[in-house]
């Protein structure tokens, strides 16, 4: 048997095995989307009448931190900053993960069931072959549908980010020259 046959006959084999995995990873990925994009609107919803809920737990701990009268409090605020951006960093990455992702899992979803359907249409399987075009082509909106929506809940949630980053520094720096100024006799 000729060797590039046998190798082109098990990358079609294990090609075709990808196809439910990522049929279904591309399913639950829209699906997660939703679920991003509902969160995003309930924050946005939050902090529209309460404020961020990360700088108010920041300014807490700060406060907590501020009132321990330890040492190296300078270093200990920086510390606790440095904690908090790893935090908030940490959630944007669940939505830049769907960004990188859901494109990725959408271009294999559309080529898995073209190869299927040039296979279809060599053996003069028609219905077989549109089927599945059909599947390749939705798939592909699908995963393009769902890095596009994260991509924009991205933005947002950066925008937010820096925007409570700037007040958590600043909150920090206030802190740190409260507490280095002696206290009035």
Do not use: C
């Amino acid at each position: 048997m000729n060797l590039l046959a046998t190798v082109e006959g098990f990358l079609f084999q294990v090609a075709t095995a990808l196809l439910y995995p990522v049929m279904l990873s591309v399913a639950a990925l829209s699906i997660y989307v939703v679920w991003l994009l509902g969160v995003l609107v309930a924050d946005a919803m939050k902090r529209r009448t309460r404020g961020s809920a990360p700088l108010a737990a920041y300014r807490s701990a700060l406060a907590r931190e501020a009132a321990t009268g330890l040492p190296h409090l300078d270093a200990r605020l920086e510390r606790l900053l440095q904690e908090q951006e790893l935090a908030l960093a940490a959630a944007l990455d669940r939505v830049r993960f769907v960004i990188k992702v859901g494109p990725s899992l959408g271009l294999m979803a559309t080529l898995i069931p073209m190869g299927i359907a040039l296979a279809a249409l060599a053996e003069g399987d028609i219905p077989k072959m549109a089927g599945s075009m059909v599947t390749a082509f939705t798939a592909t909106v699908v995963g393009l549908g769902a890095g596009t929506v994260a991509y924009l809940i991205a933005l947002k949630r950066e925008k937010w980010v820096r925007a409570d980053l700037r007040e958590m520094e600043f909150a920090t720096e206030l802190a740190s020259r409260d507490q280095s100024r002696p206290e009035a006799p």
